[in-house]
């Protein structure tokens, strides 16, 4: 049984930084894609950041590339997501999201394992 739980989470001032951790626990096999997502009050699950386990592929969606950095501790069995430069729009509750399949899209339909999600609040 694959479970995520995220940490890391918590408030910080526009222009600061935070690193959400998701701690990997059963296995996903070798072509999987962990992922991380975020959701504010009133809007959709969006799609934030992936990586693909199979190779060295990740992948970011526009509104936080060259801010934002996943990564992973193997040994830790841990995925991290630096955020940096963080702004009053990245305001959101961020989730570890998991799949085995490969198919490494930031949808949520792709992805069948979930974390609880840990809230990020930037104020200015």
């Known amino acids: 049984q694959v479970q995520l739980v995220e940490s890391g989470g918590g408030s910080v001032q526009a222009g600061g930084s935070l690193r959400l951790s998701c701690a990997v626990s059963g296995n996903l096999g070798r072509s999987s894609c962990i992922a991380w997502f975020r959701q504010a009050p009133g809007k959709e699950r969006e799609g934030v950041a992936a990586?693909?386990?199979?190779?060295?592929?990740?992948y970011y969606t526009d509104s936080v590339k060259g801010r934002f950095t996943i990564s992973q501790d193997v040994t830790r069995k841990t995925d991290y997501l630096q955020m940096d430069s963080l702004r009053l729009e990245d305001t959101a509750m961020y989730y570890c999201?998991?799949?085995?399949?490969?198919?490494?899209?930031?949808?949520?339909?792709?992805?069948?394992?979930w974390g609880q999600g840990t809230q990020v609040t930037v104020s200015s």
């Open positions: 990586r693909y386990s199979g190779g060295k592929g990740k």
């Open positions: 999201a998991a799949t085995r399949a490969g198919d490494c899209r930031l949808l949520p339909a792709n992805y069948q394992y």
